[in-house]
C-alpha cells in the first residue's frame, strides 16, 4: 500500500506559505502555465487519447473525458479570466480599535489543504488548480481512473510551471487512481482542511457518507420554479423554456414547473416551446387533464417529484394556492435554485422570504445560478449546504480569516 | 427506544420559520424569559439540588454545575446583554444589479437546526436558547445526565416564555439524557444543519469522528507566547503572567512560554510573578540551567510540550531563533491563539502573517480571545477550525446566507 500519510505531510508542509506568495509571483504562474500548456498540446492530447481507448464512445463520460485542440484553448481563455480575477487573500473583513487601544484585525487567508475527488473530466484539474494556487492553498487531487493518463499529463504542465516560478510543485499533489488513495483522502484530517467532491450525486453522497474531514457539498439541484395566479405569460414561457432547455445537463436547470391551478389554461402555451425542444413531462393528473395528448407529455408518478433530471424531463405539479407551492417546494427542493413568476409584490416577496434555498428568484430563469454569472469569477461548485459557502463557491469561499491583533503591553 | 426521528422532523418544521419573526418579538420572548425566570428561582434550585445530591462535592464537575440564585441572577444579566445585541438576521453582505437588469442581494438567514452536545453545565442551556432563538435557529440540546434535571428545569421555563410570545416551543427541545440521544443527533443529516460540543476534549473529539451533521470544533487551546530576542521584560512579565493565570481553566490561557536564547537572563524575573501564584514550570534544559532551584520548576518532557495544561501549569521552550519559535509553534500549536513579545516590527508583521492560528497577538495577554473582547457579543465558543467560522463564534456565525435574485423576465 502506498504511504500516503507522507505525501500528505509533504503537502501540508509545503503549503504551508502560498498564502504569502505575492500575488505578481501568482500572475506569472499561471502565465507560465498557459505557455507551457499551449506548447504541450500533442503531449496532453496523447495522454488523452489513451485514456479514450478504454472507453465506450457510446458512454455519456466520453464526451466529458474529450480533451480537443480547441478545448484545451477554451482552458487557456479560463486561466487567463482567473488572472484577472482580484486576489481573495489579505482582504480586511473588518478592523477596528479597542477601547484599551488593541488593534483588531480580521483578514482572510488561506483555508489551508484543499482536497478535490472528481471524475472523468480533466479540465478540473487545471480549474481547481488555478483557484488553488490564486486563493494560497494547498490541493490535493483525486481524479477517476478513467482520465488517469489524462490527469498525469496536465499534472506535469502544472509542475514545470511551478517549478519554472519557484513555488514547491510538493504542494499540489494528484494522488493515484486508486480507491485507497480515496479512502486516505477522506480519513486525513490532520493534513486537509475540506474536501469538495465533484461529480455524481453518487460520488457525492459518498464522500459525505464516509469522509472525516470537513466536507463542501456541491451539486445536487431539484429546480423549482412556481408560476403563480397572476403570473405574466410571455415572461413564463421564456423562463420556463430557458430554465430547463439552456442546460439540461447542469444543477441549475428545471425540474419540476408548479403552477396554480388557476393558470392550468395557458398550460398548453407554457410547455409548447419545450415539446418542440423534446423534453418530456411529466404532468400530475389535474395537470394531465388540461393537456391535450401528445407523445412527449405522461402522467407523473411520484417518483417524478423530487428528482433531478439532468435532462430533458419535467414534471408538473397543480396547486390550488400559493401556499401549497410553498409547501411542495419544502417537501421536495435539495435547496439549491428556486423561482416564482408572478406579479404580486406579496407573492413574491413573501416566496423570496421563506424558501429556503441558495439562490432565490422571482421573474428570472434559474439559469443564472452561477459564480460567474453572480459576478463573483470561476466556480469551485455549487454549494448545497448552509456552512461556510452557500450557493455558487468562487475564490472567496476557498479562503478562512485570521484574527490579528497589534498590542502595546495590553492585559485583560 | 425513543422514536428521535419525529422529534427531530418536528423540531425542523416548527422551526422553518423562525428566521422571520419580528425582532421585537424575540426581545419580549427574552425579556419573558428574565421574569419567569426569576420567579422560578425557588424551582430550579431545587432540581439543582436534585442533580448535585447525586455527585461527589470533590468532583470538579461539583462547581459547574452547581446553581445559586446569585448565578442566576449573573445569567439574567447575560440575557439581558443578548437582547441588547444587534440581530444578526436579514443583513445585506453583498448587493449589485447586473447589466441584464438583475438585482443581487445577499442576506443573512439562519443555519437552521443547531444542535448542542454539552456536559454538566447548566447555564449552557439559558445561553445557547438565547443565541439560538435571536439567530432564528431551531435548537435540539443534548446535556450531561449528570445535570439533567437542572436541563429540565430551564427548558420548561424556556417553554413558559415561548408560548406566552406565540413562538413554537417545538422548535427548541432538550434531548433525553442517554447514550441513544446523541447517537441520534449525530446522524440526523436531515434535520440538524451543524452540531456544536461544548465541553472535554473527549467529547469534543467524540463528536467529530462520529458525528454525520457537519461539527464546528470549539475548545482546544494549545498557546504559546514567544519572548523574542527585542522583547521588553516589563511587558513581557505582564502579559505571559496575565496570559497564564487569569483564568487558567480557559481555552485561550498560555500552555508554552517559547523564549530566545539570548533573553534566558531575564527568564528568572518573567517567571517570579508566576511561582509566586503557584504555577508550576516544566522547563527545558537550557532554560532549567539558567533558573534557581525552586519547588514549582520541574525538568521539562517532551509529554509537556503540546499539552493544554487547563490549570496552574506551563512549559519552557529555549529557541536560538525567531525561526525556531515559528517552528515549534507550528509543531505543537492547536491553531487557537498564539502570541509574540517583540520590539522588533520585523519579526512581529511576519510572526502575525506566518503564524495559523484563530488569533494571532503582537505583544498583547491571549486572554483577549473571546467574543465579547473582541466587540462581537456573547459567543458560543471559539473555533479551532478554518470552515465557517475561525476564533470567536457569536450571532453572526450562528448565520448562512441566501441570494435573492429579482428579476423582470431575464433568461440567460
Known amino acids: 500500500m502506498h504511504d500516503y500519510k507522507s505525501l500528505f505531510e509533504s503537502v501540508r508542509r509545503s503549503s504551508r506559505r502560498l498564502g504569502l506568495l505575492e500575488e505578481d509571483l501568482r500572475k506569472k504562474t499561471l502565465e507560465s502555465l498557459i505557455k507551457i500548456t499551449l506548447e504541450n498540446i500533442p503531449a496532453i492530447l496523447s495522454a488523452n487519447l489513451l485514456d479514450l481507448q478504454k472507453m465506450d464512445k457510446e458512454d455519456p463520460k466520453y464526451d466529458r473525458l474529450l480533451l480537443t485542440e480547441s478545448r484545451i484553448k ?32 480580521k483578514i482572510t487567508v488561506p483555508l489551508g489543504v484543499i482536497g478535490i475527488i472528481y471524475e472523468a473530466r480533466p479540465n478540473v484539474t487545471f480549474d481547481v488548480f488555478c483557484l488553488a494556487l490564486k486563493s494560497g492553498n494547498g490541493l490535493i487531487l483525486k481524479g477517476g481512473s478513467d482520465a488517469d493518463s489524462s490527469n498525469r499529463a496536465i499534472m506535469e504542465v502544472i509542475h514545470q510551471a ?34 469538495i467532491p465533484r461529480g455524481s450525486q453518487g460520488l457525492i453522497d459518498f464522500v459525505r457518507k464516509n469522509s472525516k474531514v470537513p466536507v463542501i457539498e456541491t451539486g445536487a439541484g431539484i429546480v423549482h ?62 395537470a394531465f387533464a388540461h393537456l391535450p395528448s401528445h407523445p412527449l407529455i405522461e402522467l407523473a408518478k411520484e417518483e417524478h417529484f423530487g428528482t433531478e433530471f439532468l435532462s430533458l424531463k419535467m414534471s408538473i405539479k397543480t396547486v390550488s394556492s ?12 435539495s435547496k439549491h ?75 485583560r
Chains 1, 2 share one sequence.
Open 225 to 286: 420554479t412556481y408560476f403563480d395566479e397572476t403570473a405574466d405569460l410571455e415572461k413564463g414561457k421564456a423562463i420556463i423554456l430557458n430554465a430547463k432547455t439552456r442546460r439540461p445537463s447542469v444543477c441549475n436547470s428545471l425540474d419540476c414547473l408548479i403552477i396554480h391551478q388557476s393558470r392550468l389554461d395557458d398550460l398548453p402555451g407554457l410547455l409548447l416551446p419545450l415539446l418542440e425542444k423534446g423534453v418530456i413531462v411529466f404532468a400530475d393528473k389535474q
Open 337 to 411: 435554485s428556486e423561482a416564482i413568476i408572478s406579479e404580486n409584490q406579496k407573492n413574491i416577496e413573501q416566496f423570496l422570504n421563506v424558501v429556503d434555498a441558495a439562490a432565490v428568484y422571482a421573474n428570472a430563469s434559474t439559469a443564472f445560478t452561477d459564480g460567474n454569472q453572480f459576478g463573483l469569477g470561476a466556480e469551485i461548485g455549487i454549494s448545497t449546504q448552509k456552512l461556510h459557502a452557500r450557493g455558487p463557491m468562487a475564490l472567496q469561499e476557498l479562503t478562512s480569516y485570521k484574527w490579528v491583533v497589534r498590542g502595546n503591553g495590553q492585559i
Open 162 to 195: 511551478l517549478e519554472e516560478n519557484g513555488i514547491p510543485k510538493e504542494a499540489f499533489q494528484l494522488l493515484p487512481a486508486d480507491r485507497s488513495a480515496t479512502q486516505a483522502l477522506l480519513e486525513a484530517v490532520e493534513y486537509v482542511d475540506i474536501i
Open 322 to 333: 400559493f401556499e401549497e407551492a410553498l409547501d411542495h417546494i419544502e417537501k421536495y427542493s
Open 74 to 105: 477554451g482552458i487557456v481563455e479560463e486561466i487567463r479570466q482567473v488572472i484577472s480575477l482580484p486576489s481573495p487573500l489579505h482582504k480586511i473583513l473588518e478592523k477596528r480599535t479597542l477601547e484599551n487601544g488593541l488593534e483588531l484585525e
